[in-house]
């Protein structure tokens, strides 16, 4: 059934979405000098890849290849290779997108660090990644609220052309409320990030002025009129509504921080941000619908990391201990190891986790799990002294 993909009048109204799952496979290489080698595949529709979530590109530093495959039915699969080689001590680039661009304003962030750190006994190595936490709840809560009621979801199982004009009625005003909530949490979350500059009363002012664009009764009529329409024709209102709404808002903000005596500097940075804001949003949703599989390699041996245990399956071949190792009652693998102790080696002892047998482990996550969270990936090895 084609149920109501219609209703998408503005982007933040999508209820039925049209991005592709995006699958990103990124792999860290860590040598004992320091270097890294990043490597990431990027695989989803050639539309996802190049206008979503910032993307590895030559630009940005990397080494890229593309590849498209085409399927019996026509659809388009983009295979992004990407690599690029991190010198001992260099930064490690914390997005995928070009440093100080606006879409690096906006991108997922994901800062890495490797630390080396020299014992008596040997030297560990600290992996951490953190991918950023993005913005979910405070701006979907409406949305969800609103077209998640039994009333609306019954609508919107029912075909334009099956409607009521009761029906299209509430459903319009579903559809609006919708809009109007949204934008004035987009406002709310720039005024209060500039709280500094702006007054509450100019900020509350603002958020009226945007509400009120939404209210117009042209619009109901405009939109309740959409709903019965073609696809065609709906794919062309949507458009142009999604133009004049993005205008009238602005100016209406505009006016009332200027009625508030706030200077122009001000004003502009306050639009400026509220963009960032609604951009940031979409790219949110569009990580919705990705998924990863990160991998390290590490030198030595990983003796400790926060992977759930199951991706580490993936290198199931490496996780056996060997013939001179037990595993201990607490799940622990005890096994002997030569290392160095006031300039004599010794055989020690040493007890680490089973899926330390490998010098690699991997963490699977999608991107409903950013949603209000960081994604923090740690992993440490050692390389007991006498073996570098």
Avoid at 165 to 193: F, H, M, N, P, S
Avoid at 291 to 304: K, Q, Y
Wanted: charged share 30%.
């Amino acid at each position: 059934m084609n149920t109501i993909k219609y209703l998408a009048f503005v982007p933040a109204l999508m209820i039925i979405a049209a991005a592709g799952c995006i699958k990103r496979s990124e792999t860290i290489t860590i040598f004992e000098d320091g270097r890294l080698r990043l490597t990431a595949e990027i695989v989803g529709d050639p539309d996802d890849v190049y206008n979503g979530d910032a993307m590895p590109t030559a630009e940005s530093g990397w080494q890229i290849e593309d590849r498209i495959e085409t399927d019996s039915e026509g659809k388009k699969e983009l295979t992004r290779t990407a690599t690029r080689d991190i010198a001992a001590g260099a930064a490690i680039p914390d997005s995928y997108a070009t440093p100080n661009s606006r879409l690096d304003l906006t991108a997922l962030q994901f800062p890495t660090t490797v630390t080396i750190e020299h014992r008596d006994d040997g030297t560990f190595y600290h992996f951490r990644r953190t991918y950023h936490r993005r913005e979910y709840s405070a701006l979907q809560y409406w949305k969800d609220r609103i077209m998640e009621s039994d009333e609306i979801k019954d609508i919107t199982q029912t075909e334009p052309q099956e409607l009521s004009d009761e029906q299209r009625a509430r459903l319009a005003k579903a559809l609006i409320d919708v809009e109007a909530d949204q934008t004035a949490a987009y406002v709310e979350q720039t005024g209060l990030a500039m709280a500094d500059a702006v007054s509450q009363e100019a900020l509350l002012h603002a958020r009226r002025g945007a509400i009120k664009v939404y209210k117009a009764g042209g619009l109901f009529d405009q939109v309740a009129k959409l709903l019965g329409q073609d696809d065609d024709t709906i794919a062309q209102e949507v458009e142009r509504l999604e133009g004049e709404l993005h205008e009238q808002v602005r100016q209406a903000i505009e006016t009332a921080l200027r009625d508030a005596n706030l200077r122009k500097p001000v004003i502009d940075q306050f639009l400026d941000r509220y963009e960032l804001a609604r951009e940031a949003f979409e790219i949110t949703g569009d990580l919705s619908d990705e998924s990863w599989f990160v991998s390290v390699e590490m030198p030595g041996r990983i003796i400790a990391h926060n992977s759930s245990g199951d991706s580490s399956q993936f290198f199931h071949d490496m996780l056996e201990p060997q013939k001179d190792e037990n595993v201990t009652r607490h799940g622990l693998v005890e096994s002997k190891v030569a290392v160095m102790r006031n300039g004599k080696r010794e055989i020690v002892t040493m007890q680490h986790e089973y899926e330390s047998r490998s010098n690699k482990v991997a963490w699977e996550f999608d991107g409903k799990a950013l949603r209000d969270r960081d994604v923090v990936l740690m992993a440490t090895s050692f390389v007991p002294k006498g073996t570098e």
